[in-house]
């Protein structure tokens, strides 16, 4: 969609000239030939940027300026003027212009200030978006009916005290779970402490859950406080729970039963009031009868199961997790939003992601960085995603779940006829003969747009 630009000028010739450059470059101008026009139109349109002359017959710039500002902050404003000078442009700049230009206008002191400026204020407004999304960023993104299970099971279970054991392969998104479960429970405004049980050295493991006394053992030159106690009031996520040694697994267990413990090298003992969500991605069960895993810290934990699916059994999310994707990418890489085009969703659509969401969001901050045009096309997808088979009607025997199984179908039977008719929406209603309306609900349900 292109800009809109207002020019406030009380010399016509300017305004036309302006219209005829800032038009020429496919943006969309409106003028103004007072300053209460100008605010009224600011008023009425919200443009994307203000031109604004310094020299008007009603009221001064400056004080247009500030009034501007004042009640649009986000709004960039250059500032144009035939009697400029410093003082008046320092002025200027104070009150929150973006930038001074002198006339007469030309191309070149004109187009690159107004492109420089709406590329500002375009990754301003994606970055307040991005803010304003931090409440919500313990939100599972999908609307596939297995990640809707997922969600069901998290809100039934966070305002309880069970105890959580979360299932799923590497990168399907684990921790997400955990902190959503964690977000929505009543200890929301307590911390939430997360322990990766595989990352740390088995003769460190208890000095990381339970914290230590000074001169415990060689290197533990002052007192330290455990996972546990700083989880105090909160929620302990134990991630990659199928790691931890039988001799800490005993441990946890005493902990999680009677909620108190001792730091290493220490005789106090101290309570602490925390919920234990955990999570594998190994199977337990099989872990038990290897002598593993003890079978009663696997009860504890196993009070509330839940099993997060992989990518490659709820595709129809891609697109949805793509457009979050980048959405944080654009604001994080200051790159500007750039956009997947259909041969590169496909491509994206047909690979069965084994490193899961967390694959394919480094896979989408990769293209975002390495793409230099706006839009992302089937040229920049690398291999193997490139190079990936279509599965063809073999994917969906590897579905067991029926309502799963179809909706991937519909979603893929959608998009293909979608590309054939090259995105003509009333085209493709009489070819695969659905109501118009009712197509647009099914292509919006599954990220089709």
């Not at 203000?50 to 009221?59: A, R």
């Not at 929150?96 to 204020?121: H, Q, R």
């Not at 405004?189 to 006394?213: K, M, R, T, W, Y």
Request: net charge neutral; with cysteine.
């Amino acid at each position: 969609m292109s800009a809109l630009i207002l020019v406030v000028d009380d010399e016509k010739n300017i305004c036309m000239a302006l219209e005829g450059i800032l038009s020429d470059e496919g943006y969309e101008v409106i003028t103004a030939l007072t300053a209460k026009e100008g605010l009224k139109k600011i008023e009425k349109d919200l443009p994307d940027l203000v031109l604004l002359d310094i020299w008007l017959p009603d009221i001064d710039g400056l004080k247009v300026l500030k009034e501007i500002k004042g009640q649009y902050p986000q709004l960039p404003v250059i500032i144009i003027s035939g009697h400029g000078n410093v003082e008046t442009a320092v002025k200027a700049m104070k009150l929150g212009a973006y930038d001074f230009i002198e006339k007469p206008l030309s191309w070149e002191n004109t187009i690159p200030p107004v492109k420089n400026a709406l590329k500002l204020s375009r990754l301003t407004e994606e970055n307040i978006a991005l803010r304003q999304k931090i409440p919500f960023k313990f939100e599972l993104t999908g609307k596939s009916p297995a990640i809707q299970r997922v969600k069901e099971q998290i809100k039934r279970v966070a305002p309880t005290k069970a105890s959580v054991l979360i299932r799923g392969e590497n990168g399907t998104g684990k921790e997400l779970v955990a902190r959503a479960i964690h977000h929505y429970s009543p200890r929301a405004q307590g911390p939430f402490v997360a322990v990766n049980c595989a990352a740390i050295p088995d003769e460190l493991i208890e000095s990381e859950l339970f914290g230590h006394e000074k001169g415990a053992f060689t290197g533990a030159n002052t007192r330290k406080k455990g996972k546990f106690e700083l989880a105090h009031g909160g929620t302990l996520f134990l991630d990659e729970i199928g790691d931890m040694s039988l001799k800490t697994q005993a441990k946890v267990l005493r902990v999680i039963q009677e909620q108190v413990f001792e730091r290493v090298g220490g005789t106090k003992t101290i309570q602490v009031d925390v919920r234990i969500v955990a999570a594998t991605n190994k199977n337990l069960e099989e872990e038990i009868e290897k002598g593993n895993f003890r079978a009663d810290l696997y009860y504890r934990l196993n009070v509330v199961p839940i099993e997060v699916p992989p990518l490659r059994e709820r595709k129809e999310d891609i697109p949805l997790l793509i457009e979050e994707f980048l959405e944080e990418f654009a604001v994080e890489t200051h790159l500007g939003r750039k956009r997947v085009a259909p041969d590169a969703l496909a491509l994206l659509m047909r690979y069965n992601w084994p490193g899961n969401v967390r694959e394919l969001k480094n896979m989408i901050e990769r293209l975002v960085i390495m793409t230099p045009a706006e839009v992302i096309t089937a040229k920049d997808i690398p291999p193997p995603i490139s190079t990936s088979k279509q599965n063809g009607l073999a994917e969906f025997f590897t579905i067991n779940n029926f309502k799963e199984a179809r909706a991937l179908f519909e979603r893929e039977f959608l998009r293909r006829k979608l590309e054939e008719c090259k995105g003509n929406i009333s085209l493709m209603a009489q070819v695969i003969g659905l109501e118009r309306s009712h197509l647009h609900k099914k292509l919006k349900s599954y990220g089709l747009q």
